[in-house]
């Protein structure tokens, strides 16, 4: 007799036994399987929500090292928030900047493959100036800065050479 996948006939004297998984047995398995892939994806969501929220963080510091690391070298990096300004792309520039006739140590303070990424998406983390130092702008929060899940990584780049932001003098 032909065996097909699921179900297998046999002859035991002259009665023929059907053997193999009834309905029922299937539509119980499927039900399980469902579940577990709802739960499973309901935990992913979560795992990647806090994988966004430490990657943010880390750059968020690592912005913040180099704005220090540039004012223990240089002057303090001091710059009025000014909503309608783009004081992040400037602060951003001067952490990328390299006088090549006259470099400061250690500049510049931020690599060549560091890229600026303005957001303003209420989905993204994205790092706010506030006059000294960045901080961090969750999602939800409004704001324009720099996409902090989207500024590492990508081709290298040609180092800033211009004026950074310059002295404040009081």
């Not at 506030?130 to 290298?156: D, K, T």
């Amino acid at each position: 007799m032909a065996q097909t996948s699921l179900i297998s006939m046999r002859s035991v004297g002259r009665r023929w036994h059907v053997r193999g998984f009834s309905l029922a047995e299937i539509v119980v398995v499927i039900a399980v399987i469902g579940i577990m892939a709802g739960i499973g994806i309901v935990v992913m969501t979560g795992v990647m929500s806090g994988t966004s929220f430490q990657t943010a963080e880390r750059n968020l510091n690592y912005l913040n090292g180099a704005v220090v690391a540039f004012n223990q070298a240089n002057w303090e990096l001091v710059l009025a928030t000014d909503p309608s300004a783009n004081d992040e792309q400037a602060i951003f520039n001067s952490l990328r900047h390299r006088d090549v006739a006259n470099p400061s140590p250690g500049s510049p303070y931020l690599p060549a493959t560091t890229v600026y990424v303005a957001s303003s998406s209420l989905a993204d983390y994205r790092a706010v100036w506030n006059g000294r130092m960045f901080q961090l702008a969750a999602p939800r929060s409004n704001g324009v800065g720099i996409n902090l899940l989207r500024m590492s990584g990508a081709a290298p780049q040609a180092f800033i050479t211009n004026t950074p932001v310059q002295r404040q003098t009081n």
